[in-house]
């Protein structure tokens, strides 16, 4: 497996979802902030037990070959982006999944080897059939424990029931300094000009040090590096080659949830996201000097480096807002 060349794919999917959200009523409206990479590790564990047409489509999806291409990237990914450097200075990361089964099915031996060997999945047998509000919390509570207590509720209320079969989850935590830390005294209240046209006064945080930025036509990127390194439901399809059950092909996923949180302040950036798919049981460098203002709605992004393995992307439109 090319490794770059598929970071490079799960790039452009990334950009692709960020378009889809940005552009939608929600994203042209408010705040912003997403893990692709959570995404796309909830759809690799699903395209692992797809068949048929529902594997071509997740597979084209994500830019990838084969489920098997898949699974190998996100564990490659998991090994190489997600070293935890908290103990050296470094950023912390963490990245788990997780799989709920209903205790009425049993997944198939090849399927609960991705899960369990690629995916490095806990997997869970519990009752949606007669505590599917049960389930719920317990999820919601597995995602606040992996992302250290800012994501509290992954799955909203109603959203498991009586024919939920399966849950898979991710939970991607990740809080770094800066290589440079802001000067606190130095911020002070501006201006941030909103789409509307009026203003609103926040505190902005200003360094005067030398930045890696550049300067295109009509925009401009910074880069700010972290301390030791980081600078769709669908209406069916085959999941048979997941569970060992005459019902298997009536099951289909019926929504993909992620609550993400970010915070940025002088000494650095906490951020997490966790994804969840609930699948059910079908009734049937520059040479100039540049000043870079964030003082109107601006994108941003957190990279691992080394890979450019992208883990959040966001818009703001108000500082204010939650």
Do not use: C
């Amino acid at each position: 497996m090319d490794l770059r060349q598929s970071i490079s794919d799960q790039t452009d999917v990334s950009l692709r979802i960020a378009n889809r959200l940005l552009l939608s009523e929600d994203g042209k409206k408010s705040n912003l902030v997403f893990s692709p990479l959570s995404i796309h590790v909830v759809l690799s564990l699903i395209a692992a037990g797809s068949k048929g047409p529902t594997l071509d489509q997740l597979l084209s999806f994500l830019k990838s070959k084969s489920s098997d291409q898949l699974s190998s990237f996100d564990s490659e990914i998991v090994s190489v982006v997600f070293t935890d450097g908290s103990a050296s200075g470094g950023p912390r990361l963490s990245f788990a999944n997780g799989a709920w089964l209903d205790k009425s099915l049993s997944l198939k031996s090849s399927f609960k080897q991705a899960v369990e060997n690629f995916f490095k999945a806990s997997l869970d047998q519990v009752d949606f059939q007669n505590q599917a509000t049960k389930v719920i919390s317990e999820v919601n509570s597995w995602a606040e424990k992996e992302t250290n207590g800012l994501i509290k509720e992954v799955l909203p209320p109603g959203s498991v029931d009586g024919t939920t079969r399966l849950i898979f989850a991710n939970a991607l935590y990740f809080k770094g300094a800066w290589g440079e830390k802001f000067n606190a005294s130095a911020t002070k209240d501006y201006d941030f000009h909103l789409l509307n046209g009026s203003s609103v006064q926040v505190p902005f945080m200003t360094s005067k040090k030398k930045q890696v930025a550049i300067a295109f036509d009509g925009f401009k990127v910074l880069g700010l590096p972290y301390k030791q390194g980081l600078v769709l439901p669908f209406s069916g399809g085959d999941l048979t080659a997941m569970v060992d059950s005459p019902l298997s092909q009536n099951l289909y996923v019926s929504n993909i949830f992620q609550k993400s949180f970010i915070e940025v302040n002088e000494e650095g950036t906490e951020a997490a996201a966790a994804s969840a798919a609930v699948v059910n049981l079908r009734s049937i460098g520059f040479a100039e000097k540049i000043d870079f203002v964030a003082d109107h709605p601006f994108l941003y992004l957190i990279r691992e480096d080394m890979t450019g393995t992208v883990l959040f992307i966001g818009h703001v439109l108000n500082p204010l807002a939650g």
